[in-house]
T-cell receptor
Framework: AQKITQTQPGMFVQEKEAVTLDCTYD???????LFWYKQPSSGEMIFLIY????DEQNATEGRYSLNFQKARKSANLVISASQLGDSAMYFC?????????????WGAGTKLIIKP | KAGVTQTPRYLIKTRGQQVTLSCSPI?????VSWYQQTPGQGLQFLFE???????NKGNFPGRFSGRQFSNSRSEMNVSTLELGDSALYLC??????????????FGDGTRLSIL
């Protein structure tokens, strides 16, 4: 079974509009972390935002916020007031808290294109 | 604070050759992870090192190996290159302490092309 599911392969959004990128996850661990990364066409992977499973508040970083719904196992990324520079691939990833597992598990990504 | 540095940025090799990629983590970070990214398979975990010890390994053949030095710099080696090894190889670092989950910060990647 997929551990991280991103159901939107691609999205077109008008500049200045808000964007929600979907991510659902599957884990039996109580302790885990959820991450969003941005990858422009140049290839570098840029860390955006992190949510811990025990965090009671939704994470926010500037224009980025994470809509964390633990019971539904969803961790959607919200970008407010989108800009042309937001056009990129966006990946949701999870790191489970078990000692033996130090890897990030990745979703397939969503390609976001911001239209002027 | 300098970020994660990967060298080289681009590499072209032929089948059967071997290659070594280098990664210098953020100062103070002791954990280094490697990932392979291809259009068909997406992002796949290769291995993770902490304090010169491999803590976890992904499902890759033995041709893929790595190591970490005492200064936390890491190298990965791929021997007997195959066409399917063409990919973007990403290195990430994090502080890496036990019992904590911290964001990984990535380098710009090495784009490897096999002819």
């Amino acid at each position: 079974a997929q551990k991280i599911t991103q159901t939107q392969p691609g999205m077109f959004v008008q500049e200045k509009e808000a964007v929600t990128l979907d991510c659902t996850y599957d884990t039996s661990d109580q302790s885990y972390g959820l991450f969003w990364y941005k990858q422009p066409s140049s290839g570098e992977m840029i860390f955006l935002i992190y949510q811990g499973s025990y965090d009671e508040q939704n994470a926010t970083e500037g224009r980025y916020s994470l809509n964390f719904q633990k019971a539904r196992k969803s961790a959607n990324l919200v970008i407010s007031a989108s800009q042309l520079g937001d056009s990129a691939m966006y990946f949701c990833a999870m790191r489970e808290g078990r000692r033996s597992n130090y890897q990030l598990i990745w979703g397939a990504g969503t390609k976001l294109i911001i239209k002027p | 604070k300098a970020g994660v540095t990967q060298t080289p940025r681009y590499l072209i090799k032929t089948r059967g050759q071997q290659v070594t990629l280098s990664c210098s983590p953020i100062s103070g970070h002791r954990s280094v992870s490697w990932y392979q990214q291809t259009p068909g398979q997406g992002l796949q975990f290769l291995f993770e090192y902490f304090s010169e010890t491999q803590r976890n390994k992904g499902n890759f053949p033995g041709r893929f190996s790595g190591r970490q030095f005492s200064n936390s710099r890491s190298e990965m080696n791929v021997s007997t290159l195959e066409l399917g090894d063409s990919a973007l190889y990403l290195c990430a670092s994090s502080p890496g302490g036990e019992g904590t989950i911290q964001p990984q910060h990535f380098g710009d990647g090495t784009r490897l092309s096999i002819l």
